[in-house]
T-cell receptor, first 109, second 118 residues
Framework: GQNIDQPTEMTATEGAIVQINCTYQ??????LFWYQQHAGEAPTFLSY??LDGLEEKGRFSSFLSRSKGYSYLLLKELQMKDSASYLC??????????WGAGTKLIIKP | GAVVSQHPSWVICKSGTSVKIECRSL??????MFWYRQFPKQSLMLMAT?????????EQGVEKDKFLINHASLTLSTLTVTSAHPEDSSFYIC??????????????FGDGTRLSIL
């Protein structure tokens, strides 16, 4: 079956750095996506990786290793507004999105 | 950028009522739209995939007679929750895939509809 694993919850301090990991086992691979979702709102797109390596976008970076079925989202200079759930999703061979359960990130002052 | 409009954003109604939610792609054509449901503190759960001009494909465990989906045009899909009951209370989110290609952003999301059945 298809499976995406990410931690349920993480806590970090304002101004610090946090890394959210995601491992996946899917039928084929056509890209990995990270979304941010604030409580009561729809997900918003953060990043896309299809080749191995690091993609940097401002305070957020996303890494992919296809051979290991592994990705991480790195958030730097954390701000209180970064408190949200972060969803990892993989597009499989049928171009369907397989969603992880999400990681709730709590930022403390 | 691609915009998906979802209405209404909040519905409160009595048990037994049918509720229709609209999902529109405003500046692009969407051959495929997706309907998700999310219960509090849980992840997105795909309910069904809606293709323009054809019947929707429902995920296992989702009652197609209860959750009616219509995708009559390339810019509009509707979800009707028929005879809603309190257990149907949830956050419903639609998303749309651009007909021009898969791109690096696979789905554009609407803002969601919070449905509360009394």
């Amino acid at each position: 079956g298809q499976n995406i694993d990410q931690p349920t919850e993480m806590t970090a301090t304002e101004g610090a750095i946090v890394q959210i990991n995601c491992t996946y086992q899917t039928s084929g691979f056509n890209g990995l996506f990270w979304y941010q979702q604030h409580a009561g709102e729809a997900p918003t797109f953060l990043s896309y990786n299809v080749l191995d390596g690091l993609e940097e976008k401002g305070r957020f970076s996303s890494f992919l290793s296809r051979s290991k079925g592994y990705s991480y989202l790195l958030l730097k200079e954390l701000q209180m507004k970064d408190s949200a759930s972060y969803l990892c999703a993989v597009r499989d061979s049928n171009y369907q999105l397989i969603w992880g359960a999400g990681t709730k990130l709590i930022i403390k002052p | 950028g691609a915009v998906v409009s979802q209405h209404p954003s909040w519905v409160i109604c009595k048990s037994g009522t049918s509720v229709k939610i609209e999902c529109r792609s405003l500046d692009f054509q969407a051959t495929t739209m997706f309907w998700y449901r999310q219960f509090p503190k849980q992840s997105l759960m795909l309910m069904a995939t809606s293709n323009e001009g054809s019947k929707a494909t429902y995920e296992q465990g989702v009652e197609k007679d209860k959750f009616l989906i219509n995708h009559a045009s390339l810019t509009l899909s509707t979800l009707t929750v028929t005879s809603a009951h309190p257990e149907d209370s949830s956050f419903y989110i639609c998303s749309a895939r651009d007909v021009r290609g898969v791109g690096n952003q696979p789905q554009h999301f609407g803002d969601g509809t919070r449905l509360s059945i009394l």
